[in-house]
């Protein structure tokens, strides 16, 4: 069964404190894995795709990885602005259209 | 850059009412989801369309119709509302399958 675990669900961080987030999904033949941000209230932002393992991308103190099981997003030096719900999908393994998403890792950054 | 809106970010909706809610895409996207967002369970599909009047259910379409009459609108209807479909509800689209679905900025709706 297709499936998107992320962890931790919640992670605190001091501002300037770097960490990472885990999405690891099973998915046969994977074709991209995305990740959002949410912020309350709102509608998530999309801010990367990854395709292959050992790709990476990068905007401004974020960067994600993936490898054949898993991505990570590394946040380096967080400022409270970063604080927000990061979410990852992947699309069906199957000939379906739709995305699968985990359920998220709420970030803290406090100052 | 793509822009996806909906036509309201809050309603109340009293029981058994009629609801409308409406989606627009501004990038000539081929595919358009809905989406119901709940805390515990994450973003759910409850249907999708890849052309002008087709659809697809989602893993929760009961409830819910949806209709594409034209391609940058997609709406989605409940013919009945009831409490537990107060939630989030999340439109989406995307240039092709499996690529990169933009989100809109929600409708919060709670039923009554």
């Known amino acids: 069964e297709d499936q998107v675990t992320q962890s931790p669900e919640a992670l605190r961080l001091q501002e300037g404190e770097s960490s990472s987030l885990n999405c690891s999904y099973t998915v046969s033949g994977l074709r991209g894995l995305f990740w959002y941000r949410q912020d309350p209230g709102k509608g998530p932002e999309f801010l990367f795709t990854?395709?292959?393992a050992g790709e990476e991308k990068e905007k401004e103190r974020l960067k994600a990885t993936l490898t054949k099981k898993e991505s990570f997003l590394h946040i380096t030096a967080p400022k409270p602005e970063d604080s927000a719900t990061y979410l990852c999908?992947?699309?069906?393994?199957?000939?379906?259209?739709?995305?699968?998403f985990g359920k998220g890792t709420t970030l803290s950054v406090s100052s | 850059d793509v822009k996806v809106t909906q036509s309201s970010r809050y309603l109340v909706k009293r029981t058994g009412e009629k609801v409308f809610l409406e989606c627009v895409q501004d990038m000539d996207h081929e595919n358009m989801f809905w989406y119901r967002q709940d805390p515990g369970l994450g973003l759910r599909l409850i249907y999708f369309s890849y052309d002008v009047k087709m659809k697809e259910k989602g893993d929760i379409p009961e409830g819910y119709s949806v209709s594409r009459e034209k391609k940058e609108r997609f709406s989605l209807i409940l013919e009945s509302a009831s409490t537990n479909q107060t939630s989030m509800y999340l439109c989406?689209?995307?240039?092709?399958?499996?690529?990169?679905?933009?989100f809109g900025p929600g409708t919060r709706l709670l039923v009554l």
């Open positions: 989406a689209s995307s240039l092709r399958f499996r690529e990169t679905q933009y």
């Open positions: 999908a992947v699309p069906q393994s199957q000939a379906g259209t739709a995305l699968i």
């Open positions: 990854l395709y292959s």
